[in-house]
């Protein structure tokens, strides 16, 4: 199934287990969605559960707040992560503030769909990886899934969250595919704030979350074939943060690399990187090596873009830097 595919059985799913759940965005219905990912749930669901808006992302995530204040589900789809920012006031203001000023009385159980990243020479204002903002606000829980499965899973369980959820996807992943469970109980429920073992390994740590982690995938394929084996964390919650799976990968390897789409500084890396040193300050063999994407506003041209982005020639050029450096290659 693909990783489009996956999110729409999961929407569906959720809206059949449900009434209180229903969907809200641009173009979600008749058109089906920018992306697809609502195909055929306006037909089988109608317009009360999936409702269109206007081209105004601030009035309906405020929407979507008021609706989830009073006892309803939504799931508010943005069309891409860069429209978010004419929304901010609404997410960091009050969506992830409202349940501690009512003093936990009131909650905001509401998702927020949002895809982002670059690849698809949409230019600087459409090709942005916003994710650290929100995963900056208290109050907020924050996912990346990078498979189907995950997607599916995730999904899931932030709809069913009392808490705000900011659901990141990524462009490039739609058409990925990858197997979810047959049925749809909850057997494939994922819990916010795990992170994932992908591949395991004992001489390098590679964490990364979103599509970064199919490019450390290659990468640790790569530094096999070289007789290093590389373990790929998926990070998959970026708040809460599972910090205690990377930290128990590091102490055993002694080496960590952190890679992300996103701009370094300041980043979900810079984050990872801060509470691994001072966990496993004794257990490092080196500093953790941080890969990010450049830090310009992402170009049009194909062969700028490509050069601005965290690709695995670069993911693998910093491992191989690393494992120099500690006497490995």
Known sequence: MTYREALRRALDEELERDDNVFLMGEEIGRFEGSYKVTAG???????????????????????????????????????TVNFILVAMDMVVNHAAKISQMFGGKINVPMVIRTPGGAGAQLTAQHSQSLEVMFAHTPGLKVVAPSSPADAYGLLKTAIRDDDPVLFMENLILY???????????????????????????????????????????TVADRLSQLGVQAEVIDLRSLRPLDV???????????RCLVAEEG????????????????????????????????EVPMPYAKPLEMAAMPLEDKIEAAARGLLRDCGVL
């Open 41 to 79: 749930l306006w037909k089988k669901w109608g317009g009360k559960r999936v409702r269109e808006t206007p081209i105004s992302e601030e009035g309906f995530v405020g929407a979507g707040i008021g609706a989830a204040m009073l006892g309803l589900r939504p799931v508010v789809e943005i069309m």
């Open 244 to 254: 205690d799976t990377v930290v128990d990968s590091v102490r055993r390897t002694g």
């Open 263 to 294: 701009w370094s500084t300041f980043g979900v890396g810079a984050e990872v990187a801060a509470r691994v040193h001072r966990a496993c300050f004794d257990d490092l063999d080196a500093p953790v090596e941080r890969v990010g994407g450049a």
């Open 175 to 217: 058409n990925q595919t990858g197997p979810i469970p047959d049925d749809d109980g909850d057997e494939g429920l994922v819990p916010i704030g795990r992170a994932n073992v992908v591949r395991p390994g004992d001489d390098l740590t590679m964490v990364a979350h979103s599509y970064t982690v199919r490019r450390c995938l």
